[in-house]
């Protein structure tokens, strides 16, 4: 029978993939309002074409801050795909010092690595939400037609943030116990002796 322990585990195992996949899914979400956006921009200049084309007189139809939107769904679809992407092994890494060692020399550089990442990324997570914050408190908006808080879209930012942050400390964990982390898994075999082979070695 199995304890209490490997029970939490595994539930913690269930509920930190959700959390990864439903950041990718809203990233995908995201990536899909700025098609949305495009399409009905341009449908809008193919409609003023015509009319002017037909009437001589075109009728100034917009998309109201339609460039600004894109940038924010751009913005919140690149910070929330991150983690989704770490633990998809779709990050570059560097492995060419890798590659060259084995057992417990690469299981230490893993958790370097993975320590280092996890430092920044929760460096730059403490200073996204107080960047969305403060723009709360002082009532900062965007300067387009439509008026938009600026903590709405720095808030997606510091959520994808968040979660990358969880994400390596997970492959940290992971690294400690001698697993080999989600991101290693899932990268392509061939990855390595691509990069060697194109510089010759």
């Not at 490997?6 to 509920?15: A, D, L, N």
């Not at 074409?49 to 009437?55: A, E, K, P």
């Not at 116990?177 to 990855?191: F, I, L, N, W």
Request: with cysteine.
């Amino acid at each position: 029978m199995g304890g209490p322990i490997p029970f939490m585990k595994s539930h913690m195992r269930k509920f930190l993939d959700f959390l990864y996949r439903a950041s990718g899914v809203a990233a995908a979400a995201f990536l899909l309002a700025i098609c949305v956006v495009v399409l009905l921009q341009v449908g809008a200049n193919i409609i003023n074409s015509l009319v002017g084309w037909i009437t001589g007189t075109p009728i100034g139809l917009v998309v109201p801050s339609y460039a600004e939107f894109a940038g924010f769904f751009l913005a919140a679809s690149s910070f929330l795909a991150l983690a989704y992407a770490l633990r998809s092994g779709s990050h570059i890494r560097v492995s060419l010092i890798i590659q060259k060692v084995g057992g417990f020399p690469r299981r230490l550089i893993e958790l370097f690595c993975c320590a280092i990442g996890t430092a920044f990324s929760a460096y730059f997570s403490y200073f996204a939400v107080n960047l969305a914050v403060e723009s709360w408190q002082f009532g900062d908006v965007s300067p387009g037609m439509v008026v938009v808080p600026l903590w709405i879209p720095q808030i997606a930012m510091a959520v994808g943030l968040i979660v990358l942050t969880i994400s390596l400390a997970d492959s940290f964990f992971e690294a400690l116990r001698g697993e080999e982390p989600a991101y290693a898994k899932s990268a392509t075999p061939d990855d390595d002796d691509a990069v060697a082979e194109s510089l010759g070695e």
